[in-house]
């Protein structure tokens, strides 16, 4: 049998997590059997455990993957982006908007399935990490514009560094629980009513 390419490699790990995710989100983690797994991806068991030791394993994956995709969201943000702007950029990304979803559904099985709570454990933490470097630019300046703090990056005090790393993780901490909020508020509501509980949520952020 021919050795497979990194290329196929990578196409049939997406397969079997995009398998494993359908399968979560129609019958709930808890339910899910690995045979549920390999019938909806159509690969073999031998081809899944390959890749995967089993559904745990699976769906770290999964969440590890789609954290490297908001990684990269963020990246491409320009430098200085405040809560606003990062707001009105991921409003129309089609993927968070699928990922918040997807998760939340897994995520409410985490009070009897403990393999959920390990995989999902440290997504807040580490989302929380890429607010704050991507706000931290847009912070500096808030402070400067305040003088609260010196321009000039090599006469600033030990106390105004933390004094910057303070308000980029507090507006950090307030762009999570709006947008969520958001999010979570158009999952239970009407599509009709998304565009204005975004413009609720924009004016509730800082510019």
């Known amino acids: 049998m021919p050795r497979l390419t990194e290329a196929t ?24 059997s690995m045979s549920d797994i390999i019938k909806t991806s159509g690969l073999s068991s031998g081809s899944i455990y390959s890749h995967f030791s089993g559904k745990e394993d699976i769906l770290t994956t999964a969440i590890n993957e789609r954290l490297e995709n908001v990684k990269k969201l963020y990246a491409a943000l320009p430098e200085g982006a405040g809560p606003q702007d990062i707001l009105e950029i991921i409003y129309t990304n089609q993927m968070v908007n699928e990922n918040f979803s997807a998760m939340l559904r897994i995520r409410l099985e985490s009070l009897h399935a403990p393999e959920i709570a390990r995989a999902t454990a440290n997504v807040m933490p580490l989302l929380q990490g890429i607010i704050v470097k991507t706000l931290t630019p847009w912070a500096t300046e808030q402070l400067s514009v305040l003088h609260e703090i010196n321009p ?3 006469q600033r005090t030990p106390e105004q560094e933390e ?10 901490d307030a762009f999570m629980m709006v947008f969520q909020g958001y999010l979570l508020r158009s999952f239970f509501g009407n599509p009709e009513e998304k565009d204005h509980l975004y413009r609720v949520a924009l004016a509730l952020l800082p510019e």
């Open 9 to 32: 490699k990578a196409a049939r790990r997406t397969q079997i997590i995009e398998a494993a995710i359908t399968c979560f989100l129609e019958r709930g983690y808890t339910n899910t």
């Open 152 to 154: 000039d990056p090599a």
């Open 163 to 172: 004094l910057i790393a303070d308000y980029a993780r507090d507006t950090a």
